[in-house]
């Protein structure tokens, strides 16, 4: 097994340790479960916002593991050990995005089944948002790797997580949340690249900062 495939096999079990995987998938269901009650039963109401909450609940989902991402591999010495083996930062970053994407989405799809017919989401519009998750979520992985790498081991990491993380996040909410749209997807399929291909450079320029 490669090193960068030990990396994302690493990732993915951490992420399916206990509490690990259904932390966000249980988050994300109970904002899809409680929202009804917050706005009513209108069904009509529901349908049309329903890409919006769906989107905004994954995000959040996405957003849950980040203090686990960076900070204890930086804590334990692990990615000193990694540089020292002659492993990029960058590397590793994009190693650590893959596994952060395979943790949490696909379990985040299939969650999305069952909030779609919660929020009342007619069925013609569930594979624009299912294909919609799946271009976007890559981004979202990215975003968060990058941002625990500049958060890790700072004081709070988990609020100003949120902080750096959601301002860059609002083109895919944008395009995800209106994936119907002509042309949405191909957006969405562009901000999703850009993040998944500059994502690592960053996480890896601030994991070597915080080494010097």
């Given amino acids: 097994m490669s090193a960068y495939a030990a990396i994302v096999w690493r990732e993915l079990r ?34 049309r916002i329903a890409p919006g909450v769906i989107w905004a609940a994954a995000l959040l989902a996405a957003l849950l593991p980040v203090e686990r991402l960076v900070a204890p591999d930086v804590e334990s010495g692990v990615l000193d050990q990694l540089a020292v083996r002659g492993l990029p930062d960058a590397g590793v970053a994009a190693a650590k995005v893959a ?67 959601l301002p860059f996040a609002v083109p895919l909410l944008i395009f995800g949340a209106t994936a119907e749209q002509p042309g949405a997807l191909k957006l969405l399929g562009a901000v999703s690249l850009l993040l998944v291909a500059g994502c690592p450079f960053v996480a890896g320029a601030a994991v070597r900062m915080g080494r010097n």
Avoid: C, N, Y
């Fill in 99 to 165: 596994g952060h994407w395979l943790g949490f989405a696909p379990a985040l799809l299939v969650a999305t089944v069952i909030a779609s017919g919660l929020l009342q989401l007619p069925g013609e519009a569930l594979v624009p948002l299912l294909l919609a998750l799946l271009i976007g979520t890559p981004g979202l992985a990215a975003l968060g790797v990058a941002t625990a790498a500049l958060v890790a081991g700072l004081r709070g990491a988990g609020a100003l997580a949120g902080l750096v993380m």
């Fill in 14 to 47: 951490r992420a399916w340790s206990i509490g690990g995987l259904a932390l966000p998938v249980v988050f994300f269901l109970l904002v899809a479960i409680l929202f009804p009650f917050a706005v009513g039963p209108d069904a009509k109401l529901l349908a």
